[in-house]
């Protein structure tokens, strides 16, 4: 270390001597140039002997001691506080000592070296700055503690209100207001605790003097870059408030049925029935039209479609359909219908409406349908199957064979014409033959 203190000492003499050469000074102007040398050294004493190096060790012991002092109090506090508040941690008061333990340890640490700083040997420049940064210190430890009791008060609405039960609207409901204002609240709590830590420094105080001076195109570009930012944070104060969707509801997205679980300040995230998930911004659901199964309750219809043919006994497809909605639980007895909805040439379209308590138990139910309901047509009614019917010939003569006499089927078939002699133009035809009375007879 002395060596250090040495090489270094002599450096600075050697460019101050440098320096008094390059400007043509003599010795004055040398020790006037040294003071100027020694303004990045902090304290107030002269420039020791280079023999005396344990003054300077002695120096920073002095400067260090307060900075240790101040994170042992700290950390003394936060143990003390964590002891008290116990190893559960359920209680009011546990909560409580946990969410202030931190931000307080930190902050009474930044007081006690506030103290300690003001009584060092160090210049009143350096004094001030190192007031200034844990006066900033103090204001964000502040700011970090009104966070964390946002977050504190949002988790116990939350434990309040759980969605583990039957009838969860109500829950749902609230978990989404909580979760989404307190993320608001949560951001916006700490841009203006930041906002307000950087204005005390005269720099960006000036920058901001700047902004507001010319507020006209810079306001204008600044909005358009956050546009974004905001949109969803507006977005998010909407869906608060509104809430056409909620956590926990089933919505369905770009054809994609999934489950909300999480509601965050800027997005959405889906839980998709193959356990994939689809992060959606809050804005798209603002700006578009979206399915929501459970926007009042978790009830729903389900459709299965058969195509039958016409001979197919729809008393007993019905009795069948009750059968089975009677013996499967997920059937909450409300609808099980037959219908048939549609036709074509070949088959009829039979559609089977059935109710179940959620969207999960109506889709089992429709395929337990399904499946049972071909089994049934299969065993008992085959011939319900659907047919292709035609009637095939052999030979290069082959003809369309009708039933009956082939003259009284073209007889029965032929629609009048023109050219068709009917017994009233025979008759009038003899008259016009026949000679006029007491005309003459033509000679033979």
Known sequence: MRFA?????AKARWQARALAVALGTHRASLHAALPALRVAWPFHHRSTPLGSWPAQAQTWVLAAWPLLAALLLGWLLYRAMRAIAGHDGRSLRARVLLVVAMPAAAALSLFFLSIAVAGMPLRDAWIGRIQHWLGVGGWLCLTWLAVRAIGAIERRILREHPLDMADNLRARRVQTQARVLGRVAQVTIALVGISVALMTFPAIRQVGTTLLASAGVLGLVAGIAARPVFGNLIAGLQ???????????????????????????????????????????????????????????AQLLGTVLLWLDYRTSLAQLRDELQRICREDPRWDRRVCVAQVTDTDQRSMQVRLLVSAANSGDL?????????????????????????????????NDAQIRMPGPAAAHTAATSSPSAEDVNAADLAAAAARAAPAPGACAPPP
């Not at 203190?5 to 000492?9: I, P």
Request: charged share 30%; net charge neutral.
């Open 5 to 9: 203190v040495v090489r270094a000492c």
């Open 363 to 395: 889709f089992d139910l429709r395929c337990a349908v399904r499946e049972r309901m071909i089994d049934f047509i299969a065993r008992r009614h085959p011939h319900a199957l659907p047919h292709l019917r035609a009637d095939l010939t052999r030979g």
């Open 239 to 297: 869906l608060a408030l509104t809430q056409p969707i909620r956590l926990d509801d089933v919505v369905i997205v770009d054809d994609e049925w999934g489950r909300v679980e999480e509601i965050t300040s800027t997005y959405i995230v889906l839980r998709i029935w193959d356990e994939r998930r689809m992060v959606v911004p809050l804005q798209w659901f603002i700006e578009n039209p979206f399915q929501n199964w459970t926007r009042t309750t």
